[in-house]
């Protein structure tokens, strides 16, 4: 077996926090570039309410990005994209750093990691990214997503402007705990994600270089796969998390949207919303938008973990040849 620590029972070796700083934050931010028109879309499918109509269907898929190309422009497809590539960054970075630090923690003695500590790390870290960056960033972004304003009309100025604009409304009318609101809905939602995330990627990462451990250098780890070979792998288990906790993700965008009510606590309001949307929409109503978040996840998943297995790769190389070349010194 080869030992590349991929939760499996094999060693690892741990990246620096520099390098999951920069390889973290350059894939997230080509995540969040090619997949954003998709997540604004599964955004608009969880708040239509048109299922609540007598006689009316809800859009789907394509009819939803078609309606707001139309009513917004294309452009329409990234609002939120400055809350996104602003949170990236630091989101990937504590995301990847966190899980190395949790799964350090978790390894046994002599340094293996099993798959049960690949999951614990990779819930903690979905947890830690959620609390530190995600949720504020998912509340700026929901709020500017759910919009309906054309951006090809100067006259049609929208309450929130930008993503900057849209913070400081929010901390200015509501307080800075309106930023967090969802916290653990979101804490949730990513633990989930990214425990499934990880432990499917790095058990279809050890198989791959098992099975062809005799074309790969004695010396490889899982950044020597193929990068295509990277992408099929980071596709599929980007896929499982949402099918997971695809209601979480729906009842968390609706408690997001709009404003806390005075003298209603979160998780009332998350009672509510629950209760109405089956009562008025249905059990269905809870996977809406669950179409374009797989297409945006799953995709968003092979691009992140393909960018960043390349970028660490080569900074980490180029960190061993630094090194070597101090020591010849």
């Keep these: ?34 997949c954003h028109p998709l997540d604004t879309i599964k955004v608009r499918m969880q708040l239509s309410r048109r299922a609540r109509a007598p006689g009316t269907k809800p859009r789907g898929f394509l009819a939803t990005g078609a309606n707001i ?7 329409g497809l990234y609002k939120g994209l400055g809350a996104v590539l602003t949170g990236i960054v630091p989101k990937m970075a504590i995301r990847f750093s966190s899980y190395e630090s949790y799964k350090t923690l978790l390894s046994s003695e002599e340094g293996t990691v099993s798959g049960s500590a690949t999951f614990l790390a990779g819930l903690a870290a979905g947890v830690t990214e959620a609390v530190a960056v995600v949720t504020p960033m998912e509340v700026v972004k929901i709020r500017l997503q759910s919009q309906y304003h054309s951006l090809a009309d100067p006259l049609d100025v929208p309450k929130y402007r930008n993503a ?7 901390l200015k ?3 800075i705990r309106a930023l967090w609101r969802g916290v653990s809905l979101t804490a949730l939602r990513q633990g989930t994600n990214q425990a499934a995330n990880f432990t499917a990627y790095s058990y279809l990462k050890q198989l791959l270089q098992d099975l062809q451990s005799n074309k790969l250098d004695a010396e490889s780890n899982s950044s020597n796969l193929p990068g295509w070979q990277t992408s099929i ?12 906790n695809a209601p979480l993700d729906t009842i968390k965008t609706r ?25 008025q929409e249905g059990s269905r109503a ?13 995709p968003g998943q092979a691009v992140t973990f393909t960018v960043y297995e390349y970028l660490k790769n080569a900074l980490e190389k180029g960190r061993e040849y630094m090194d ?3 020591y010849k010194e």
């Design 1 to 34: 077996m080869s030992k590349n620590g991929n939760g499996n029972g094999t060693k690892s070796k741990r990246p620096s926090a520099a390098t999951n700083l920069i390889a973290g934050g350059g894939a997230g931010a080509m995540e969040a570039v090619s």
């Design 69 to 75: 190309v139309k009513r917004e422009t294309p452009l």
């Design 164 to 170: 900057a604009h849209a913070s400081f409304t929010v």
């Design 173 to 175: 009318e509501e307080g």
């Design 233 to 244: 792998i980071g596709l599929i288990s980007g896929a499982v998390g949402p099918f997971t």
């Design 255 to 279: 408690l997001q949207r709009m404003p806390a009510e005075e003298g209603q606590s979160t998780m009332s309001r998350m009672k509510e919303i629950t209760q109405q949307m089956f009562k």
């Design 286 to 298: 809870f996977y809406k938008g669950i179409t374009p978040r797989v297409m945006r996840v799953a």
């Design 324 to 326: 070597e070349s101090s």
